[in-house]
């Protein structure tokens, strides 16, 4: 058994998982493939990706921001006892011409360099982090499509047991809302036709993208993961806060999800902020995010999208667990 822990840096989120691994032997009890037990999982919104598609660098506040949130998980890390830990970035540091800032202060306080990865890493970790659990499931036929629908942008992996292909491409909650609803410091509340033509037109390039790379059409499952998913689930579901139990594998159907969407759209912040399971951090972002799952749905063919909690940090915790093997 090893303990292990695991941050995800993207472009909105900031988030931690400390779990202890265990390696795969019948000694053990675990399964063919081992296991890991969850210590703590949290997610901070720090919006490190702020400004970055407009000014090409990571703002100072984002940086102080997401320095705050790496001192209490070092803090957390200590207390548990960790032996191995892992910090991956994802696409605002990856964009920046000032990422090595970003590098200096996570060095400085966890004392490990963060690794800047690849959009195809990124997609690589998430699968491996949302498929594990569903290898066995009867239920869904595969091949899976993971869909990690992140601040800045988006990844697909297409696989069985293993990946067969990955792309990332950029278009994502925050960079489609920075890109196409604000204007004047102010966001469009809601937005126009003519915002959300745009912001659709910005998708549907990126699938274009993607699809020379990753056959989306082929996916026999559709697999949901980070907070655009989530919330929207939440919502479907009527949930008064977050239940990471009741979220995890819940499946919400093409009709719902276009059906939220409409609504999200059509809202303003106050009607969003009042939605009871809505984290503050994403008020303003969960409409774009939610059109990217939708056109994904449509482009697809998917009648539903399966919802997975376990995403890239189970992927990164995985990949930690077995460093020193």
């Not at 491996?128 to 659990?133: D, Q, R, S, V």
């Not at 491409?169 to 036709?193: K, N, Y």
Request: hydrophobic share 45%; with cysteine.
């Amino acid at each position: 058994m090893k303990r292990v822990a695991a941050i995800d840096c993207g472009t909105n989120s900031i988030r931690l998982l400390v779990a202890e691994a265990t390696a795969p032997d019948s000694a053990s009890g675990a399964g063919a493939t081992g296991e890991l037990k969850d210590l703590d999982r949290r997610m901070e919104i720090v919006r490190l990706g702020q400004g970055v598609d407009r000014t090409g660098r990571l703002a100072p506040e984002a940086l102080e921001r997401t320095f705050a949130v790496c001192r209490e998980y070092a803090a957390v890390i200590k207390g548990l006892g960790v032996e191995h830990l892992r910090f991956v970035a994802t696409s605002a540091s990856r964009d920046a011409e000032n990422r090595e800032d970003f590098v200096r202060g996570v060095v400085d306080i966890l004392g490990v360099e963060p690794e800047v990865i690849t959009g195809d890493q990124e997609a690589e970790f998430s699968f491996l982090g949302a498929t594990k659990e569903l290898a066995g499931r009867a239920d869904l036929a595969r091949p899976f499509l993971v869909v990690d629908i992140g601040g800045g942008s988006t990844e697909f992996v297409l696989g069985d047991d293993s990946v067969r292909a990955a792309r990332s491409v950029d278009v994502g909650c925050v960079r489609m809302t920075e890109r196409h609803l604000v204007h004047g410091g102010q966001i469009s509340d809601p937005p126009t036709d003519g915002q959300i033509k745009a912001i659709k037109a910005d998708i549907a390039a990126a699938l274009d993208r993607a699809e020379e790379t990753v056959p989306l059409r082929e996916a026999a499952t559709l697999v949901g993961l980070a907070g655009s998913v989530t919330t929207v689930s939440a919502i479907a579901q009527g949930l008064e806060r977050y239940e990471s139990e009741v979220l995890h594998h819940s499946r919400i159907s093409l009709a719902t999800v276009r059906e939220i969407t409409g609504r999200l759209l059509s809202s303003t912040h106050a009607e969003r902020a009042a939605i009871p399971v809505m984290h503050p951090g994403r008020v303003d972002v969960i409409a774009a995010g939610a059109l990217v799952l939708l056109s994904i749905m449509e482009r697809t063919g998917a009648a539903e999208v399966v919802v997975s909690e376990h995403d890239i940090l189970d992927g990164i915790a995985w990949h930690a667990a077995l460093d020193d093997e």
